[in-house]
C-alpha cells in the first residue's frame, strides 16, 4: 500500500511541475523542449507535433488556438488523462479493441492530411477555391 501511495504522490508531484513548466516557457519561443525527430529528418509533422504548444494554450485558457496547433491532442486528452490515472493507480487501462483501431486510424489519417499543402486542402473543401474551376451552381449560369 505505501508503494502505491508513493507512486501517486511521484506521478502528482512530477506532473504538476510539467504543468507548471509549460504554463510558464512558451515551447514556440524557447529551445528547452526537445524536438520532434521526425520534423528534423523529414520536414513532415507527426500526429503529436503541436502538441507542447497546443497544451500552452490550453493552460492560457486559448482553446481555439490549443485545436490550431493539434487537433488530435485536445479532442482525445479526457481518454489520456483517464489512461495516467489508471497507470498511477496500478489499475489496468483497458481501451476497447474497437476504440483503439479508430484511435490508429484516426491519428494516421490526422497524420496524412497534416501534411497534404493548404492549398490542396482548401481545393478539396472548397472546389471553386480551385484555379480554373468553374461553379456549377445555378445562380452562375448565364441566363438564357
Known amino acids: 500500500m505505501r508503494s502505491r501511495s508513493a507512486r501517486m504522490l511521484g506521478v502528482g508531484v512530477g506532473l ?34 503541436g502538441s507542447l504548444r497546443g497544451l ?37 487501462a ?11 486510424l484516426a491519428a494516421l489519417g490526422f497524420a496524412i492530411v497534416r501534411n497534404v499543402p493548404e492549398e490542396s486542402r482548401a481545393r478539396w473543401a472548397l472546389p471553386e477555391a480551385s484555379v480554373g474551376f468553374e461553379s456549377s451552381r445555378a445562380d452562375s449560369l448565364p441566363a438564357p
Open 16 to 49: 504538476a511541475l510539467a504543468v507548471l513548466l509549460l504554463y510558464c516557457v512558451d515551447p514556440a519561443s524557447a529551445g528547452l523542449y526537445p524536438a520532434c525527430p521526425l520534423h528534423l529528418l523529414t520536414g513532415l509533422q507527426c500526429p503529436g507535433c
Open 56 to 92: 500552452h494554450h490550453l493552460l492560457h485558457g486559448e482553446v481555439r488556438a490549443a485545436l490550431g496547433y493539434n487537433v488530435l491532442l485536445i479532442v482525445t486528452l479526457p481518454l489520456l488523462a483517464w489512461m495516467l490515472g489508471a497507470w498511477a493507480m496500478r489499475r489496468p
Open 94 to 104: 483497458v481501451v476497447p479493441r474497437p476504440l483503439g483501431i479508430a484511435l490508429l
